[in-house]
């Protein structure tokens, strides 16, 4: 312990540490500026479904939200309910995220039955609860994060890296102005995921299992699709037929580890059954209606590189990420493929659904969950770019501190609704591009597109 707390104070070997405490300092010196707190703004949009299951459950144990109709008028009607095919209303999100607030919110819920504040759900210290799950996951990701790549790489290249996912990436605005979505939830599980899955292969014990049955009941829970990440479990390490082999004979000598894993992910997922039985009649419920993925129509391109959402286009940060899996090899062996298979597989499906651009939104937030995947080939072109010539180097510099103010620029304009939601063109993007203000003829610049042809499958202009 003694070793431990000096260790934290010796800058050269805790140099990330560090990047991690700043990390954090900076997100919740920007968030609590906010000017949306008295406003009920946190818990809004999407937020309204991840977060009814708490009120619903555990203030008003009502799951047919009549509750709903007696909030006050600053909320009322805000919570998105679908409707089965008898009328009942339900949610359409899952639970995921509600579990993940409940501590949270149930100190804020003390708290405002001890205050001036109505004790309803939907007050300032309920969405002040959301604000600070979202720091303390971002911490717990970033935490997890920082020791998968100290295994690799040294203090300063993991530093260097922790600082460009959050100040150089999306993911900083989801916890600082939309704390409420999934996805620093999601970069969290999922970045935990990897840790636990390289514990597990390199010593396969019964405490990394149960921990993984748990983290991947939660990464389903809260977004079904993020499945896919399983994969990493299966391909870590496998070079060749052989050593894929010798993955599925341990998978095979430890069937009860796995199958225990398995059992604990079922009861993470077991609640939000119960809720689709009680209300639909049935175990299992597509609670998204008309909205569907189109696999055979995948928007891949678009979703890439188009100016209205494009995930290179608003975080370019991850062009340098994608160029590390040519060097991701030499620093962690059988890593590479296992990561840009997954990689590759997300993509795909991210980019099959219906809305590709995923309504409104900073960049192409799905994107932001496998940050902690991509933090690794970051790394590995950080660390080759750091053994390179002068002036390759300088180049680097410059361009990765352009990509950081870039970034956070934008993000600015997008606060301001300059950088448009979900209606970004090619003429829009360059007609904004550095300007604090709406240039003239901006509203003929935009492209608002046809949400009933893309839900048909069809293109939407």
Same mark, same amino acid.
């Given at each position: 312990m003694k070793s431990l707390?000096?260790?934290? #104070?010796?800058?050269?070997?805790?140099?990330?540490f560090w990047a991690?405490?700043? $990390?954090?300092?900076?997100?919740?010196?920007?968030?609590?500026?906010?000017?949306?707190?008295?406003?009920?703004?946190? $818990?809004?949009?999407?937020v309204t479904q991840y977060y009814a299951y708490f009120p619903a459950t555990f203030i008003y144990n009502d799951w047919n939200f009549e #509750?709903?109709?007696?909030?006050?008028?600053?909320?009322?009607?805000?919570?998105?309910?679908?409707?089965?095919?008898?009328?009942?209303?339900?949610?359409?999100?899952?639970?995921g995220l509600s579990i993940l607030w409940l501590p949270f919110e149930t100190i804020a819920h003390l708290y405002a039955k001890h205050s001036h504040f109505r004790a309803d759900g939907y007050t300032k210290p309920y969405s002040v609860a959301i604000f600070i799950a979202a720091l303390f996951y971002l911490f717990l990701g970033l935490f997890f994060l920082r020791n998968i790549l100290l295994k690799y790489f040294n203090e300063i290249i993991t530093a260097l890296t922790l600082l460009l996912i959050i100040l150089g990436t999306n993911l900083m605005y989801y916890v600082i102005s939309e704390p409420g979505m999934?996805?620093?939830?999601?970069?969290?599980?999922?970045?935990?995921?990897?840790?636990?899955?390289?514990?597990?292969? /390199?010593?396969?014990?019964?405490k990394y299992s149960l921990f993984i049955g748990i983290v991947s009941g939660l990464i389903i829970l809260i977004r079904p699709a993020n499945t896919v990440v399983?994969?990493?479990?299966?391909?870590?390490?496998? $070079?060749?037929? /052989?050593?894929?082999?010798?993955?599925?004979?341990?998978?095979?000598?430890k069937k009860w580890m796995v199958l225990i894993a398995v059992?604990?992910?079922?009861?993470? $997922?077991?609640?939000?059954?119960?809720?689709?039985?009680t209300v639909t009649g049935h175990w299992i419920y597509y609670s998204y209606g008309a909205e569907n993925f189109y696999f055979l129509h995948p928007r891949v391109i678009d979703g890439i590189f188009s100016y209205r959402k494009g995930w290179l286009v608003y975080t370019p940060v991850m062009v340098f990420a994608l160029m590390g899996f040519i060097f991701l090899h030499k620093y962690i062996k059988g890593a590479a493929l296992a990561l840009l298979i997954t990689v590759c597989v997300a993509v795909y499906i991210v980019y099959s659904w219906w809305c590709w651009w995923y309504g409104g939104s900073f960049g192409s937030r799905p994107m932001i969950d496998y940050y902690g995947i991509m933090a690794l080939p970051l790394a590995a072109i950080i660390q080759k770019i750091i053994k390179s010539k002068v002036w390759i180097k300088a180049i680097t510099i410059l361009s990765l501190v352009f990509l950081v103010y870039l970034?956070?620029?934008?993000?600015?304009?997008?606060?301001?609704?300059?950088?448009?939601?979900?209606?970004?063109?090619?003429?829009?993007?360059?007609?904004?591009?550095?300007?604090?203000?709406?240039?003239?003829?901006?509203?003929?610049?935009?492209?608002?597109?046809?949400?009933?042809?893309?839900?048909?499958?069809?293109?939407?202009?």
């Open positions: 707390f000096l260790n934290v #104070f010796d800058l050269r070997k805790s140099v990330s991690v405490l700043l $990390i954090i300092f900076i997100n919740g010196l920007y968030g609590k500026n906010l000017k949306r707190w008295d406003k009920n703004e946190i $818990i809004n949009n999407d #509750f709903a109709k007696k909030l006050p008028e600053d909320f009322e009607g805000r919570i998105w309910l679908q409707n089965t095919t008898d009328g009942k209303p339900l949610l359409k999100m899952t639970m999934s996805h620093v939830y999601n970069f969290c599980l999922i970045t935990l995921f990897i840790y636990l899955c390289i514990r597990w292969i /390199e010593k396969p014990v019964w399983m994969l990493i479990i299966f391909l870590w390490g496998v $070079i060749s037929v /052989e050593t894929l082999s010798k993955r599925l004979k341990l998978i095979s000598e059992l604990l992910a079922f009861f993470i $997922i077991l609640p939000q059954l119960f809720y689709w039985k970034n956070q620029f934008q993000m600015s304009q997008y606060r301001k609704s300059l950088l448009h939601w979900d209606s970004m063109t090619k003429k829009a993007y360059w007609g904004i591009m550095f300007k604090k203000n709406w240039p003239e003829g901006y509203e003929k610049m935009i492209k608002t597109p046809d949400y009933e042809k893309a839900l048909r499958g069809e293109d939407e202009y």
